[in-house]
């Protein structure tokens, strides 16, 4: 019994400081999808895309959302380490969590740390196929590497699930043209 009482004392703030899942937005993120496709010009698809944004930056709860927010502050006031900070902090609480990665990884896309980029949007991409964000992200951040028959392929699944992605006028051939 004491070993017991032990054991709870001491995993017990290791179980408080777990993340629990984030939200699921799959069937939202995936009507959006649709909406894009039909949407009638760039202001309808800047709702959807906006829209978007909200759930993919919906925290797991509110220290993660704390840690996404900083990132995202530090980031916007070009203090690219003390993002760097905030988000390392964020991956390492909710490691499941696809945005934290995907923050990372622009702020390692503008420090030019391009390798670092395409590993955390590789993550994303695991973690959620239909990210266009992280799609285009690594569309961009294979053109820094050199790697444009690659960039091209990213480029061009981003631009296949929103139509209205201004990355799309990087695509060295016209939409619906195979490559």
């Known amino acids: 019994m004491k070993w017991f009482v032990l054991l709870c004392l001491f995993a017990a703030p290791a179980l ?7 939200p699921d937005h799959t069937a939202r993120t995936d009507a959006i999808i649709v909406e ?7 202001g309808d698809a800047k709702v ?9 930056t919906d925290a797991p709860d509110a220290r993660a ?9 530090k980031r916007s006031a070009y203090d690219f380490p003390g993002a760097r900070d905030a988000l390392d902090a964020l991956v390492a609480y909710c490691p499941d ?6 923050q990372r990884a622009f702020v390692n ?3 030019q740390d391009f390798a670092a980029a395409l590993v955390d949007l590789d993550r994303v ?6 990210h266009i964000a992280a799609l285009s992200g690594k569309g961009l951040t294979l053109m820094g590497l050199g790697r444009h028959d690659e960039a091209q392929m990213a480029l061009r699944a981003a ?21």
């Open 16 to 22: 408080a400081e777990a993340c629990p899942v984030a």
């Open 36 to 42: 894009l496709g039909l949407a009638r010009g760039q």
């Open 48 to 56: 959807l895309t906006d829209e978007l944004w909200t759930l993919w």
């Open 65 to 73: 959302q704390q840690l996404l927010d900083e990132g995202m502050r």
């Open 97 to 102: 969590y696809a945005e934290g990665y995907n």
């Open 109 to 111: 896309y503008l420090r």
């Open 125 to 130: 991409l695991m973690m959620s196929p239909n």
């Open 159 to 179: 631009v296949a699930l929103n139509p209205w992605l201004s990355e799309r006028s990087l695509l060295t051939v016209p939409p619906g043209t195979d490559i």
